[in-house]
């Protein structure tokens, strides 16, 4: 199984970011995904989770009503849409696949001015 994850890099407060995560090796649909992220010295914190046919999306708070998680299972990807971006958003963006967890390379988000 292998996760890779892109469209990461530096943006300005309030701008956006697109991630996208490639799925290989696994039967997609079958597949709950998640983003993560992680900043140096904390743990790993959840982000966003969508059930394997898409129906189902589920946001942590600190991200709900700014962030959108989608899914193509034609494609094997998922996708992160990042609207009005806050500096506290910068951290490794991390894919996830369950059950069990693969984990993707991670990609860095930066919101700086």
């Known amino acids: 199984v292998q996760l890779v994850e892109s469209g990461g890099g530096l943006v300005q407060p309030g701008g956006s970011l697109r991630l996208s995560c490639t799925a290989s090796?696994?039967?997609?649909?079958?597949?709950?995904m998640s983003w993560y992220r992680q900043v140096p010295g904390n743990e790993r914190e959840w982000v966003a989770r969508?059930?394997?046919?898409?129906?189902?999306?589920y946001y942590a708070d600190s991200v709900k009503g700014r962030f959108t998680i989608s899914r193509d299972n034609t494609k094997n990807m998922v996708y992160l849409q990042m609207n009005s971006l806050k500096p506290e958003d910068t951290a490794v963006y991390y894919c996830?696949?369950?059950?069990?967890?693969?984990w993707g390379q991670g990609t860095q988000v930066t919101v700086s001015s």
């Open positions: 969508i059930s394997g046919a898409g129906g189902r999306t």
């Open positions: 090796g696994l039967t997609f649909s079958r597949y709950t």
């Open positions: 996830n696949a369950a059950p069990p967890n693969y």
